[in-house]
């Protein structure tokens, strides 16, 4: 688990275990967020720890793979070892800006185990995405004109260039949320992994969220593309209304800037034509908590 309370913002993406040897399943989740996009920074080593003899851990540095068919040789040498955790940095290209992120990858609540062991496998792990507390203000016209505005281009760029991309790669894809601030990261428990449930409006007001296929499927593959449709609408109608909603070529769907207050607003609802209307109200009564 990280143990840093820094206010970087946190993408947390929960995996099903691709294998219960450490050594594939490592492989596995790194050499699907590499086809993703999210490369290994060159010339900052990636961090892999092991448990050794007595539970003591070893963390040892070695060079970046760039190519997802070059992972198999970063983890040779852990065929026979316990793997915890992997550490790296990467470089994301943002609306013209340069991001510097750190990348972790580790076993859902394996530190929690008495005593610290690594066995037996869990079922579930997590890759997180953490960017910088000030990375939206890197974007281009962020420290004039409009920020806001600038904000949320970098914010999109990154759903639909990186996030967007981990979720089509890494699967299966057991549920994505982000940011989490603060690294308060122990949100789920492997129990409501294993039947995903929609994300809570109130925590679509702003951030990227991530409904998977099954969820999609059981709103209704039609009412997520006319919400795409109400979103882009909306977004002619109001520029500085960014609502986001783009399917994934798995059959899921990320949703950003759920518009606020429109949520029940009769006029905003008679605007849109039935099967819209039924499509955002769907959406919306799935996405609210009760």
């Not at 993406?13 to 060159?42: C, E, M, N």
């Not at 122990?186 to 679509?204: H, K, T, V, Y």
Request: aromatic share 8%.
């Amino acid at each position: 688990m990280l143990t840093d309370k820094s206010d970087d913002d946190a993408y947390v993406f929960w995996h099903a275990a691709p294998s219960k040897d450490s050594r594939a399943a490592y492989g596995t989740l790194v050499g699907s967020w590499l086809r993703a996009g999210v490369i290994p920074r060159q010339g900052t080593p990636v961090e892999i720890s092991r448990r050794t003899t007595g539970a003591a851990v070893q963390v040892k540095q070695h060079p970046p793979s760039p190519r997802a068919e070059d992972v198999e040789k970063l983890f040779s040498e852990y065929a026979d070892a316990a793997i915890t955790e992997v550490k790296a940095q990467a470089d994301l290209y943002l609306a013209g800006a340069v991001v510097r992120a750190r990348v972790h990858f580790e076993y859902l609540g394996e530190d929690e185990l008495s005593p610290p062991r690594v066995d037996p496998r869990r079922d579930f792990m997590q890759g997180t995405l953490l960017l910088p507390q000030y990375w939206r203000e890197k974007a281009k016209g962020y420290g004039d004109g409009d920020p806001g505005g600038a904000a949320a281009l970098i914010e999109d760029a990154l759903v639909v260039k990186y996030l967007k991309a981990i979720a089509e790669q890494t699967q299966p894809l057991a549920m994505f949320s982000g940011p989490e601030h603060d690294n308060v990261r122990w949100r789920f428990n492997e129990a409501e992994l294993r039947g995903p449930r929609p994300p809570r409006l109130s925590e679509l007001s702003r951030y990227a969220t991530y409904l998977t296929p099954e969820q999609v499927a059981k709103i209704g593959v039609q009412h997520v593309q006319g919400l795409v449709r109400v979103f882009e609408w909306l977004h002619g109608q109001e520029p500085r209304l960014r609502p986001l909603c783009q399917l994934t070529t798995n059959g899921g769907a990320m949703i950003s800037r759920w518009p606020g207050v429109l949520d029940k607003e009769p006029k905003f609802a008679a605007l849109l034509g039935e099967g819209d209307r039924e499509s955002f109200n769907r959406l919306r009564a799935a996405l609210t908590p009760g």
